[in-house]
């Protein structure tokens, strides 16, 4: 598996519904990109200038909102990734 390094986190993005709530199907090209994911990697945190390490606030398992054209994608072992800093995270999802 792809271990992150630093304050970089890695999720798999979850598809957004292909259905309105009025019971409208949305063609794949008016989807906009996913903004929530599963975070399945974290990286050991970032590093402050005076030389204190911070632990990350998110954790393997957790849901999370993120900005939309946050991050790069990466595709591993057949599946899909997108990497990230920490810093794009915008929410964790309860």
């Not at 999720?11 to 949305?26: K, S």
């Not at 929530?36 to 957790?62: F, H, M, S, Y």
């Amino acid at each position: 598996m792809l271990k992150p390094l630093g304050d970089r986190v890695i999720i798999e993005t979850l598809e957004e519904q292909e259905e309105t709530v009025g019971g409208i199907v949305l063609a794949s090209n008016v989807k906009e990109k996913p903004q929530t994911g599963k975070v399945i990697a974290v990286g050991a945190g970032r590093v402050l200038d005076n030389g204190q390490a911070v632990a990350p606030a998110v954790k393997e398992g957790d849901v999370v909102m993120f900005d939309k054209y946050a991050g790069t994608e990466v595709n591993y072992d057949e599946k899909s990734y997108l990497v990230l800093h920490e810093k794009d995270i915008v929410a964790i999802v309860d």
